[in-house]
């Protein structure tokens, strides 16, 4: 379910009362304490749901840049993706005495932020499917390869043709891809998280390094003979 | 377990070693120094080493160098989450509009919700009504049961305790405890309902008749059984649901999803031949294929939508709400729900008395 208000109204009408809100807010109280940027993410997470908002808020600075970064990935305008991690951590927010503890907070908020994403795409084009949802292949414009112990021509010419044969396989393949390599992320989480089997990320991560590599030799092979 | 650094042979095994990962994700000092090193040590290993910086720099695409600057959003992000339940530590004043606004949002979602709850357990007080087709009867043992049934020609809408609507259609009533608050949600149905239920996984939703019975978590779909009639059939709008047969122990039961319908027919006093197909057929009730999609729709006609399926009366204020319009997919809310977040977009409020619902909102610019 997506609602979208009408953000300068909103303004409007905020400009209008912002004392009854400082109001408000003030009698409001803090629930629990001692929590901090280096408390775990089930802590927090059981925190958050009895009430502390705080935890909470780490929770969400911890996550934000890795679901920004991955929200944007499907190649949606950086403004929802910004609205969609908004809204899910206003929803948790709201449907904390109804949350469940879980076993990966990361996972969690991946998946319910893949899901609101593709949520927003079906609510543009009526029959957006998981096939809909795209992944984006750009490349920083420029890397810098020393910090890398490359020299940077080397590592451009290599880059340039990986690109060339990442860009070659299937969208759902590069996803898993950068959750695992990237997120770091068990085959578990990543199977969970685009709803196919164990066998099949397994499959995709296996295919698609190979692939790559196979790819890789063929074109070794060609620029051998040819230059 | 990363390999030791001496088994790192082809490019597949750096991408595997978590330290390798890291070290190109972040370039710290310290890996810097171990992976000098290592190229030192094994120069024979570099073509595979550079080939892996390639793979995942690709892998990674833009997010290589976009690590760090999320620090801003994220902070931004923190604040309207204080906004939310009014804590600010800064105690600044209200120089992010925004989150303060939500915040009141959310509040008057809170105020008008509190206002139904009173509104109910007022409803459910008031046996006058009961001479419109609810009866309350008293049971010591659970709470007080009520009943409503629907002796008009055409459909009606009743709104359970848990937020639930169901669409009643003629000749059919329905039972349930006035306060809903055990382990499960059980209403008991006599003839055909259509059902949009509150998400709550933690209380399953079940729809009993005399021949079978229907469990969910939140969804919408149609039970139809009438006594004395030997099929029953149960259509899956959105969600999934879970049906089974009278008799049948739970093992048994059918996972429905939308846009399925099983019909089970009474033979020899035993339920048997389901037939599941798709859910569109003459039985199909109009609010099953309605979308309650709404995209920049003028409100009068979203409420005028409203009114049809569920066939109460909306009152509000032509001239002042006509600027106002509704950007939603309301495909399983229950009717409560709708009205509630169709107000919250137009930020105006509703009053629910019997089936007639009265809107008043200062209008839209």
Redesign the interface.
């Known amino acids: 379910m997506i609602i979208f208000i009408n953000m300068q109204l909103s303004c409007q009408v905020n400009r209008r009362i912002p004392r009854l809100c400082q109001l408000i807010k003030h009698c409001v109280f803090k629930l629990l304490g001692n929590l901090d940027r280096t408390t775990d993410d089930g802590a927090l997470w059981l925190a958050y749901r009895n009430g502390d908002n705080e935890a909470l808020g780490v929770i969400a600075e911890r996550y934000y840049g890795a679901l920004r970064r991955y929200g944007v990935k499907f190649l949606v305008d950086e403004s929802i993706v910004e609205d969609c991690i908004q809204d899910l951590f206003l929803d948790l927010w709201q449907n904390r005495e109804r949350i469940s503890q879980t076993p990966s907070v990361k996972f969690y908020l991946f998946k319910a932020i893949r899901h609101s994403i593709l949520g927003h795409m079906r609510y543009q084009q009526r029959f957006a499917t998981e096939e809909s949802l795209d992944w984006d292949t750009s490349l920083p414009e420029n890397f810098n390869a020393e910090s890398l112990l490359i020299e940077q021509e080397t590592l451009n010419g290599l880059v340039a043709q990986m690109h060339a044969h990442m860009e070659a396989l299937p969208k759902r393949e590069r996803e898993a891809l950068y959750l695992r390599y990237y997120e770091n992320m068990s085959v578990a989480d990543i199977s969970g998280l685009m709803g196919v089997n164990r066998q099949s990320v397994s499959n995709f991560l296996q295919k698609g390094l190979t692939r790559i590599r196979a790819r890789w030799f063929v074109t070794m092979v060609l620029n051998l003979f040819f230059f | 377990m990363d390999r030791p650094d001496y088994d790192l042979n082809a490019?597949?095994d750096f991408?595997q070693n978590?330290r390798f990962?890291d070290w190109?994700?972040h370039?710290s000092l310290e890996d810097?120094i171990f992976?000098?090193d290592f190229?030192n040590r094994y120069p024979e290993k570099r073509p595979a080493y550079?080939?892996a910086?390639?793979?995942?720099?690709?892998?990674?695409?833009?997010?290589?160098?976009?690590?760090q600057d999320?620090?801003e959003?994220?902070?931004r992000?923190?604040e309207?989450?204080?906004?939310?339940?009014?804590?600010?530590p800064a105690e600044t004043?209200?120089s992010e509009?925004?989150p303060?606004?939500?915040?009141?949002?959310?509040?008057a979602a809170a105020v008008l919700v509190i206002g139904l709850g009173f509104w109910w357990s007022r409803a459910g007080r008031d046996s006058r009504i009961a001479g419109k087709g609810i009866a309350v009867i008293g049971n010591s043992a659970s709470g007080e049961w009520i009943i409503r049934e629907n002796q008009s020609q055409t459909i009606m809408l009743v709104n359970l305790p848990d937020g639930s609507s169901v669409l009643l259609s003629k000749g059919s009533s329905i039972r349930f405890v006035k306060e809903m608050n055990g382990a499960e949600r059980d209403v008991f149905l006599d003839g055909e309902g259509f059902f949009e239920v509150v998400k709550?996984?933690?209380k399953p939703f079940l729809v009993h008749t005399d021949k079978l019975t229907t469990r969910v978590l939140g969804t919408s779909f149609r039970v139809k059984s009438f006594p004395g009639q030997a099929e029953a059939e149960v259509a899956v709008k959105t969600g999934k649901v879970a049906v089974l047969a009278d008799g049948d122990d739970a093992a048994k039961s059918l996972m429905l999803y939308p846009n399925q319908r099983v019909s089970l027919i009474r033979k020899n006093d035993r339920l048997v031949s389901s037939v599941t197909g798709p859910a569109r057929t003459e039985a199909t009730i109009p609010i099953e294929i309605e979308p309650f999609n709404f995209q920049f729709t003028p409100v009068s006609e979203a409420f005028k939508t409203l009114e049809t399926h569920y066939a109460v009366k909306i009152l509000f204020d032509v001239e002042k709400m006509s600027q106002c319009t509704v950007?939603?997919?309301?495909k399983d809310?229950p009717f409560l729900e709708k009205v509630r977040?169709i107000c919250?977009?137009t930020?105006a409020s509703f009053i629910v008395d019997g089936d007639i619902v009265s809107i008043s909102g200062a209008g839209?610019?």
């Open positions: 490019p597949e991408l978590n990962r190109v994700k370039r810097k992976w000098e190229l550079e080939k910086v390639a793979m995942l720099l690709v892998i990674f695409g833009n997010a290589a160098e976009e690590a999320a620090g959003g994220a902070g992000l923190r309207m989450l204080s906004a939310a339940t009014g804590i600010d004043d209200s509009p925004l303060l606004w939500r915040w009141l949002r959310w509040s709550n996984p933690a950007t939603a997919s309301l809310e977040l919250l977009a930020e839209c610019p």
